[in-house]
């Protein structure tokens, strides 16, 4: 009996095998099938005429037309935009003639690029109408069973707030829903502002396209060293997967710096800021591809143990980010006539602690760090290892070299070195190179990284290194989802920043020098992140050429009254320690003391220094007015009251009877006749003998100040304090006249920004000049002292 169940038991074993056999045969015939049939394949690119479109996405479907098309393999083209038909194809003719053949001089490419600009439709896309004649009359459509594979790339290179509608109007004219048939729906970052949004954005989108169906990029993750990043790691395994861990690793840092600075870009900027922008996404999933345990070559295994590390790294709190941004940002603000309330928040420096909770790697800091406007154009991830060797003899003849530092460096962008590629400490191991990597001879003695000559290090680099988008392109035709993220994916990325991105969204960021500012430098301890210096590190040596020729000559005095020029921040600091100073003396002397203030960019960044240099400054005795202010309500972002009250007096404990708006909130009409009574008495009533103690003025690039523009009757005004103006677009205003800002016994006049070097040059030149065109030489304080405040911006031009 026993034989006889043993023999049947091998024969079943014997039948599972031959059928496990005849199932691989049949997938394997019918892959076979399906490779050697028919295929075309419809790209469709939406914003075939935006930024994206224009410098990546044609040449990188160029690319892929030049290396996969053939006679079984074919495409059409079509760039989607609202603009009108003859004028979007036009404009994409234009565009379509910067694709090129990179190099490639062959005539084959050349042949090839006609072949793609022909293949090229514009299409106009606005309407429903238009969407389904362009699904039934432009699109290729097959029978139902015909042996021929179709496919439809929907490449949305537009702003995500339509990627939902766009995906609903596709789902309905244009997705394939039949057999030996793909559809695929494109997306480019930003993912949503936070998780809600996020899920919120997947959720809409899920109602039409299909998990798999859908790609969102992450085009760092196609850059050439990052896709070497596993199969570095799979061919090291004997030597990397022992010491990648807490037990060996120190800590871990994620960098991406770039020299460039926002400008153009402020609005997205304000929007998102840096840690929305680069570190809730590639630095993340840059992370988890180093730390994430090693999946075979199963797709789904990749997503799952990216998954599982995304879901094991702690969310990030408030005390373990430090933000920046560099010091003209305000002024690309206003240049791009930004919401400046919301600029002043805006992060363009951000360092970040993260933590994992796993076995092997809790305790490990993972260090992020990432700004606009710094020394260098440089993004690596570097491993830290520790140094557990200690010398007990034989020191004098330690060998450095030998038990120097022990690092590992993934660099994305080359930074100070030749290139791209991977870094191994020689002192830690010598690697086996995968198949995408080959070794570089590394001759320079000079060279050096993270204070290790190149010589010390084992470099080896891409064997081609081409554009990610190209390589993003690639994937996305051939259904492979590694350059892309998954809706769950996407969903532990927000877990891990959501909060603190909303913990910090009305943090003043410290301000900085573009290029080369040390005072960004940092250190940690018990979770928490602090700047090594507290303040910026403002030195004449970051002045230009011209700057450092002209400092020397520079006059002591400007329109008969005192000048300093300095940087902006050191300017701010240095008006915000002179403030400080009168305050803290009439308070003790008086008993008072009155500041009067205006609007603009400018006194905020003072707000600023005063709120982070002085926090005992004597807001008790302190009582504020306005120099000017515009006949808008209070929530309107034409209120100067509105930026004095949110960037100072909402953060700091003054009397609620000390303030003083000029305009009257608790009525619909805020100006009026009675408006200006009502100021002038509350003058009378607490200013002794009408004497402000400091007033802060600005000067417009008319040479206005306050509301007293060139050739306004009420520059001649001696009797009134208070008057109703207007300016050349008819804005109402009340403003303070010369009769009271004339008896201040301080003034400060804030010039700032390179746009006023027209107007501060002019006042300089020897050409005589009266108030009646240039109201800023009215000033000229009866008793007290006035001190023209002027950036390096103004004084010496871009």
Same mark, same amino acid.
Not at 17 to 24: D, E
Not at 47 to 62: C, E, I, N, T, V
Not at 234 to 255: C, G, M
């Given at each position: 009996?026993?034989?006889?169940?043993?023999?049947? #038991?091998?024969?079943?074993?014997?039948?599972?095998?031959?059928?496990?056999?005849?199932?691989?045969?049949? $997938?394997?015939?019918?892959?076979?099938?399906?490779?050697?049939?028919?295929?075309?394949?419809?790209?469709?690119?939406?914003?075939?005429?935006?930024?994206?479109?224009?410098?990546?996405?044609?040449? $990188?479907?160029?690319?892929?037309?030049?290396?996969?098309?053939?006679?079984?393999?074919?495409?059409?083209?079509?760039?989607?935009?609202?603009?009108?038909?003859?004028?979007?194809?036009?404009?994409?003719?234009?565009?379509? /003639?910067?694709?090129?053949?990179?190099?490639?001089?062959?005539?084959?490419?050349?042949?090839?690029?006609?072949?793609?600009?022909?293949?090229?439709?514009?299409?106009?896309?606005?309407?429903?109408?238009?969407?389904?004649?362009?699904?039934?009359? &432009?699109?290729?459509?097959?029978?139902?069973?015909?042996?021929?594979?179709?496919?439809?790339?929907?490449?949305?290179?537009?702003?995500?707030?339509?990627?939902?509608?766009?995906?609903?109007? @596709?789902?309905?004219?244009?997705?394939?829903?039949?057999?030996?048939?793909?559809?695929?729906?494109?997306?480019? &970052?930003?993912?949503?502002?936070?998780?809600?949004?996020?899920?919120?954005?997947?959720?809409?989108?899920?109602?039409?396209? &299909?998990?798999?169906?859908?790609?969102?990029?992450?085009?760092?993750?196609?850059?050439?060293?990052?896709?070497?990043?596993?199969?570095?790691?799979?061919?090291?395994?004997?030597?990397?997967?022992?010491? @990648?861990?807490?037990?060996? =690793?120190?800590?871990?840092?994620?960098?991406?710096?770039?020299?460039?600075?926002?400008?153009?870009?402020?609005?997205?900027?304000?929007?998102?800021?840096?840690?929305?922008?680069?570190?809730?996404?590639?630095?993340?999933?840059?992370? !988890?591809?180093?730390?994430?345990?090693?999946?075979?070559?199963?797709?789904?295994?990749?997503?799952?143990?990216?998954?599982?590390?995304?879901?094991?790294?702690?969310?990030?709190?408030?005390?373990?980010v430090l933000t920046g941004q560099y010091s003209r940002y305000l002024h690309h603000a206003?240049?791009?006539?930004?919401?400046?309330?919301?600029?002043?928040?805006?992060?363009?420096? *951000?360092?970040?602690?993260?933590?994992? /909770?796993?076995?092997?790697?809790?305790?490990?800091?993972?260090?992020?760090?990432?700004?606009?406007?710094?020394?260098?154009? %440089?993004?690596?991830?570097?491993?830290?290892?520790?140094? $557990?060797?200690?010398?007990?003899?034989?020191?004098?003849?330690?060998?450095?070299?030998?038990?120097?530092?022990?690092?590992?460096?993934?660099?994305?962008?080359?930074?100070?070195?030749?290139?791209?590629?991977?870094?191994?400490?020689?002192?830690l191991f010598s690697p086996h190179l995968p198949e995408g990597l080959e070794d570089m001879?590394?001759?320079?003695?000079?060279?050096?990284?993270?204070?290790?000559?190149?010589?010390?290090?084992?470099?080896? +680099?891409?064997?081609?290194?081409?554009?990610?988008? =190209?390589?993003?392109?690639?994937?996305?035709?051939?259904?492979?989802?590694? %350059?892309?993220?998954?809706?769950?994916?996407?969903?532990?990325?927000?877990?891990?920043?959501?909060?603190?991105?909303?913990?910090?969204?009305?943090?003043?960021?410290?301000?900085?020098?573009?290029?080369?500012?040390?005072?960004?430098?940092?250190?940690?301890?018990?979770?928490?992140?602090?700047?090594?210096?507290?303040?910026?590190?403002?030195?004449?040596?970051?002045?230009?050429?011209?700057?450092?020729?002209?400092?020397?000559?520079?006059?002591?005095?400007?329109?008969?009254?005192?000048?300093?020029?300095?940087?902006?921040?050191?300017?701010? &600091?240095?008006?915000?320690?002179?403030?400080?100073?009168? *305050?803290?003396?009439?308070?003790?002397?008086?008993?008072?003391?009155?500041?009067?203030?205006?609007?603009?960019?400018?006194?905020?960044?003072?707000?600023? !220094?005063?709120?982070?240099?002085?926090?005992?400054?004597?807001?008790?005795?302190?009582?504020?007015?306005?120099?000017?202010?515009?006949?808008?309500?209070?929530?309107?972002?034409?209120?100067?009251?509105?930026?004095?009250?949110?960037?100072?007096?909402?953060?700091?404990?003054?009397?609620?009877?000390? +303030?003083?708006?000029?305009?009257?909130?608790? =009525?619909?009409?805020?100006?009026?006749?009675?408006?200006?009574?009502?100021?002038?008495?509350?003058?009378?009533?607490?200013?002794?003998?009408?004497?402000?103690?400091?007033?802060?003025?600005?000067?417009?690039? /008319?040479?206005?100040?306050?509301?007293?523009?060139?050739? %306004?009757?009420?520059?001649?005004?001696?009797?009134?304090?208070?008057?109703?103006?207007?300016?050349? %677009?008819?804005?109402?205003?009340?403003? #303070? #006249?010369?009769?009271?800002?004339?008896?201040?016994?301080?003034?400060?006049?804030?010039?700032?920004?390179?746009?006023?070097?027209?107007?501060?040059?002019?006042? !300089?030149?020897?050409?005589?000049?009266?108030?009646?065109?240039?109201?800023?030489?009215?000033?000229?304080?009866?008793?007290?002292?006035?001190?023209?405040?002027?950036?390096?911006?103004?004084?010496?031009?871009?």
């Amino acid at each position: 009996f026993h034989t006889i169940e043993r023999k049947l #038991l091998e024969t079943r074993v014997i039948i599972m095998k031959v059928t496990s056999a005849f199932v691989l045969l049949l $997938s394997f015939l019918n892959s076979f099938h399906c490779t050697t049939m028919p295929q075309h394949t419809d790209v469709v690119l939406f914003g075939a005429l935006g930024d994206l479109s224009r410098k990546y996405l044609w040449q $990188s479907f160029f690319q892929l037309y030049l290396k996969e098309q053939t006679e079984n393999k074919t495409f059409s083209f079509y760039g989607i935009s609202r603009d009108a038909q003859k004028e979007g194809s036009q404009k994409l003719t234009k565009l379509l /003639d910067d694709v090129n053949c990179e190099g490639d001089i062959s005539s084959v490419c050349g042949l090839k690029l006609f072949e793609f600009r022909q293949l090229v439709t514009y299409v106009q896309l606005k309407t429903d109408e238009q969407f389904d004649s362009f699904g039934e009359h &432009k699109l290729k459509n097959i029978p139902e069973n015909s042996d021929f594979v179709l496919g439809r790339i929907f490449y949305l290179a537009i702003p995500p707030n339509v990627y939902s509608s766009v995906a609903a109007r @596709l789902s309905s004219c244009c997705k394939l829903k039949i057999r030996h048939a793909w559809s695929r729906l494109v997306l480019e &970052k930003p993912f949503g502002s936070d998780l809600q949004s996020a899920l919120s954005m997947a959720r809409d989108i899920g109602k039409h396209f &299909k998990e798999e169906e859908i790609y969102r990029v992450d085009h760092y993750l196609a850059k050439s060293v990052v896709r070497q990043i596993l199969p570095f790691r799979n061919r090291n395994f004997n030597h990397l997967e022992t010491i @990648l861990n807490n037990e060996h =690793v120190e800590r871990i840092e994620i960098a991406m710096k770039e020299t460039a600075d926002s400008k153009g870009r402020i609005e997205f900027y304000d929007k998102y800021g840096v840690i929305r922008d680069v570190m809730q996404n590639h630095m993340t999933e840059l992370l !988890a591809l180093v730390a994430m345990e090693l999946p075979n070559n199963h797709h789904s295994d990749f997503d799952s143990n990216k998954n599982k590390l995304l879901s094991q790294v702690k969310e990030v709190k408030e005390e373990h980010v430090l933000t920046g941004q560099y010091s003209r940002y305000l002024h690309h603000a206003e240049q791009e006539k930004a919401n400046i309330s919301l600029s002043v928040y805006t992060p363009t420096f *951000a360092a970040s602690l993260l933590n994992i /909770d796993s076995p092997r790697w809790n305790g490990v800091p993972i260090i992020m760090i990432s700004g606009k406007a710094l020394d260098e154009r %440089s993004s690596y991830i570097r491993i830290k290892f520790k140094d $557990s060797v200690m010398c007990v003899c034989g020191c004098k003849s330690f060998n450095v070299s030998q038990h120097g530092a022990r690092q590992i460096i993934f660099q994305i962008n080359p930074g100070s070195l030749p290139t791209v590629g991977i870094l191994v400490s020689k002192n830690l191991f010598s690697p086996h190179l995968p198949e995408g990597l080959e070794d570089m001879v590394v001759t320079s003695q000079e060279s050096f990284v993270f204070g290790q000559s190149l010589n010390e290090f084992y470099f080896s +680099i891409p064997k081609t290194n081409e554009n990610a988008y =190209v390589t993003v392109v690639r994937d996305l035709y051939r259904g492979d989802k590694k %350059s892309f993220v998954t809706t769950e994916g996407l969903e532990h990325l927000w877990h891990i920043w959501s909060s603190v991105i909303e913990e910090t969204k009305h943090r003043h960021p410290k301000l900085y020098l573009e290029k080369n500012d040390i005072s960004l430098n940092f250190g940690y301890s018990n979770g928490i992140l602090r700047y090594v210096e507290q303040e910026s590190s403002l030195v004449a040596d970051e002045f230009s050429e011209r700057e450092r020729l002209s400092v020397s000559s520079l006059p002591s005095h400007f329109l008969g009254h005192v000048l300093l020029v300095k940087p902006d921040v050191q300017l701010y &600091k240095s008006l915000a320690e002179k403030i400080n100073d009168v *305050a803290k003396t009439t308070v003790a002397k008086a008993g008072i003391f009155h500041l009067a203030l205006s609007g603009g960019s400018s006194s905020i960044q003072l707000y600023r !220094a005063i709120l982070k240099h002085f926090p005992k400054f004597p807001w008790r005795w302190t009582h504020i007015w306005q120099v000017d202010e515009r006949c808008a309500q209070y929530h309107d972002q034409l209120s100067n009251f509105k930026t004095i009250d949110e960037e100072l007096l909402q953060n700091v404990r003054i009397p609620y009877g000390n +303030i003083h708006p000029m305009v009257d909130y608790s =009525v619909a009409n805020v100006c009026s006749t009675g408006s200006v009574e009502r100021y002038k008495a509350a003058l009378v009533h607490f200013v002794s003998k009408l004497e402000l103690d400091f007033i802060i003025l600005g000067m417009g690039q /008319d040479g206005h100040t306050a509301s007293l523009f060139p050739k %306004s009757g009420l520059l001649k005004d001696n009797e009134n304090l208070v008057a109703m103006t207007t300016n050349e %677009s008819s804005v109402k205003r009340m403003t #303070l #006249l010369f009769s009271i800002l004339n008896k201040a016994r301080h003034t400060a006049v804030i010039v700032s920004g390179h746009k006023k070097h027209d107007i501060v040059d002019s006042l !300089a030149g020897s050409e005589k000049k009266n108030v009646n065109n240039y109201p800023i030489l009215g000033v000229n304080s009866q008793s007290g002292n006035v001190t023209f405040y002027i950036d390096n911006d103004a004084w010496f031009g871009k």
